[in-house]
Every structure is written in C-alpha cells, then in structure tokens.
C-alpha cells in the first residue's frame, strides 16, 4: 500500500514536500513515479526514482524547480516542489512498479497507485 502525504494550500512561489510511504510491502526495489491530475484533465507524470540506485528523472514542467529523493529505511520517496504555480494546482499521486518495462512516463507502466494528495496553489 502506498500512502501520500504533503498536500496543502499554498501560495505561488511557497515549496512543498511530498511523502509517498508504503506499508506492508517493501517498494525498495521498485521504480517510483509522481504523477498529477487536475481537474478536467488526464493525470500526467511529474518524477520519478529508481529505488534501487537513486536515478531520478522528471517532466519538463517541473524540471529544474523539483527534486524526488529516497529514504529506504523509512521505505519513503520524497517529492519536493519549488516555486509552484497555479498550473501546479492537482492531485498528486504516488505510484510504483517492479517490472521496469514500460516507460516512466505512462501511467499504465506502474500497477500500483496510493490515493492521492491534494495540492491547491493560490496566485
């Protein structure tokens, strides 16, 4: 099970800290991916992270102003946002994946999906 937590209302130019934690299952061998949905909108990919050796990658609206970051021992991912802008306003979600086939960037590539938390940004 994956469970987000970091959401929150904030104003544009304030950070935040995402966390995804799994419980029960160990994700450490997995790939990590951050997604997001706005209203009205498909749910696209924001970062990712290979657990196993730390690789990171992430889409180019948040690149450059966004760090995802592991802590294995407390079998948490972590997604850091700076400087956000109303376009940042989603759910965000937390999924993974042991297979590393399909692309990062799908959301079909991952089998696993947390519930989501909510980021609202305020201009």
């Known amino acids: 099970q994956l469970v987000e937590s970091g959401g929150g209302l904030v104003q544009a130019g304030d950070s935040l800290r995402l966390s995804c934690t799994s419980s029960?299952?160990?994700?450490?061998?997995?790939?990590m991916g951050w997604f997001r949905q706005a209203p009205g909108k498909d749910r696209e990919f924001v970062a990712g992270?290979?657990?196993?050796?730390?690789?990171?990658y992430y889409a180019d609206s948040v690149k450059g102003r966004s760090t995802i970051s592991r802590d294995l021992s407390k079998k948490t991912n972590f997604l850091q946002v700076n400087s956000l802008k109303p376009e940042d306003t989603a759910e965000y979600f937390c999924?993974?994946?042991?297979?590393?086939?399909?692309?990062?960037?799908?959301?079909?590539?991952?089998?696993?999906w947390g519930q989501g938390t909510l980021v609202t940004v305020s201009s």
């Open positions: 999924a993974a994946d042991n297979v590393f086939i399909g692309d990062d960037r799908y959301t079909n590539s991952y089998p696993y």
């Open positions: 992270i290979n657990m196993r050796d730390g690789n990171d």
């Open positions: 029960g299952h160990t994700f450490n061998n997995y790939r």
